[in-house]
């Protein structure tokens, strides 16, 4: 089977949706798929993450002219799509004909890929929905000024409208979406089938922690928190849930840690927060890490929490969950199944309901096995099953 593969992020940014392009291509590879992956060029030097092996799928750069840091301007991501479109109707005409496309991701080529055509040739259509705008998308602090947050309300529902209008402009045989929130929020907007497919572990960042024999703690709680800062995943609540975690008694250390520089402004606000709570020996923000650093905080941790209030799927906390952490967090992509599976507790986000969980895990002495924990999880989650599962809808649309 000859998979052609298309995505609008790629090494050597980093994030959920490289890590899913990636391990995702791996792993159908694995099961004897010749995949060719379209990604936008011209490709960088030293574009592989250090201490990677090459791929076993294919890259092909399409020279968009992306610059080298940062995001590229709307006329380079049309030129990419455009050309994208351009290359699979002529693959579909030759002799490499692929026997299914897949748009791994990317809103900007689903808009543009003519599928009406790639379809009506014989070619089967996918793609991988992460999320629908504006999830994810807000860009203003919780406590910017008042006209801050209304225009920024107008803004989101612009995003909103924009991102629906490209998702119904071309049909596909089948959406794959990480979570059944995603699918809520998909399945009113285009008129095609939606199935959901989970994801598996980061294993580079696995291959990289050294999991203790138990997490039940020693001396203080260790909290960890992973993930991007912004809004939506409201590590702006974290400061006034340690307040009341230590009002309650409660001995404690809680890690943040994730890059800071989209929403301008909210990292300084949490490190001020921090600061004005007297809490700057108990709650240590970071920004980015290195992945052994990482790893090194995931190890030491004795719980996971993650108050997000949207969520594609939730990489962070499936990472926490596989090396026996229990995780406790809120309603947002795949933290449900994800919290179940971990023996940890579903809250509401918000510092009352969070605190009073961590609260009470750590005074009910609620750990359990973290071995047993950590293997019931990758049983339910991996990108061995999510690759069988994908490859079965392949086999079934080509045929």
């Not at 409208?161 to 119904?168: G, I």
């Not at 994730?258 to 909210?266: D, E, F």
Request: overall charge neutral.
């Amino acid at each position: 089977m000859k998979l052609l593969a298309i995505s609008e992020h790629y090494y050597p940014r980093v994030g959920g949706t490289v890590n899913y392009v990636h391990e995702t291509l791996c792993a159908l590879t694995a099961l004897g798929v010749e995949a060719e992956l379209l990604v936008p060029g011209p490709a960088p030097q030293g574009w592989l993450p250090t201490g990677m092996a090459e791929p076993p799928y294919t890259v092909t750069w399409i020279d968009a002219g992306y610059p080298a840091k940062g995001d590229p301007s709307r006329e380079q991501r049309y030129s990419f799509c455009q050309q994208v479109n351009d290359l699979a109707a002529a693959r579909v005409a030759g002799p490499d004909r692929p026997d299914v496309l897949h748009v791994l991701f990317g809103l900007f080529v689903m808009e543009v890929l003519e599928t009406e055509k790639l379809r009506a040739a014989g070619l089967p259509c996918l793609s991988t929905v992460h999320n629908v705008p504006p999830m994810e998308c807000r860009q203003t602090a919780h406590n910017a000024p008042l006209p801050a947050r209304m225009k920024e309300e107008l803004r989101l529902k612009a995003v909103g409208l924009k991102n629906r209008t490209r998702l119904r402009k071309n049909r596909y045989d089948l959406h794959v979406v990480p979570s059944e929130q995603v699918k809520g929020f998909l399945e009113p907007v285009v008129k095609d089938p939606v199935t959901v497919i989970g994801h598996g572990l980061t294993s580079d960042l696995q291959a990289l922690m050294t999991p203790p024999a138990t997490r039940r703690p020693d001396g203080p709680i260790r909290l960890l928190t992973v993930g991007g800062y912004a809004p939506h995943k409201r590590q702006h609540i974290l400061p006034e849930t340690a307040a009341r975690l230590r009002d309650a008694g409660v001995d404690f250390i809680w890690e943040i840690a994730g890059p800071s520089g989209r929403v301008r402004g909210y990292f300084d606000n949490i490190c001020a927060d921090i600061t004005a709570r007297g809490l700057q020996d108990r709650v240590i923000a970071h920004a980015s890490v290195p992945f052994r650093d990482l790893g090194t905080l995931y190890d030491r941790a004795h719980i996971y929490a993650q108050p997000s209030v949207e969520e594609g799927f939730c990489l962070t906390a499936l990472d926490a969950a596989a090396v026996g952490l229990p995780v406790i967090g809120c309603r947002a992509g795949a933290l449900p199944d994800i919290i179940a599976a971990s023996g940890g507790a579903l809250v509401q986000s918000a510092p009352k309901p969070l605190a009073d969980a961590i609260a009470d895990f750590v005074q009910g002495n609620r750990w359990q096995d973290p071995a047993a924990q950590a293997e019931h999880v990758k049983s339910q989650f991996s990108w061995g099953r999510a690759a069988a599962d994908l490859k079965s809808h392949y086999d079934r649309l080509i045929a």
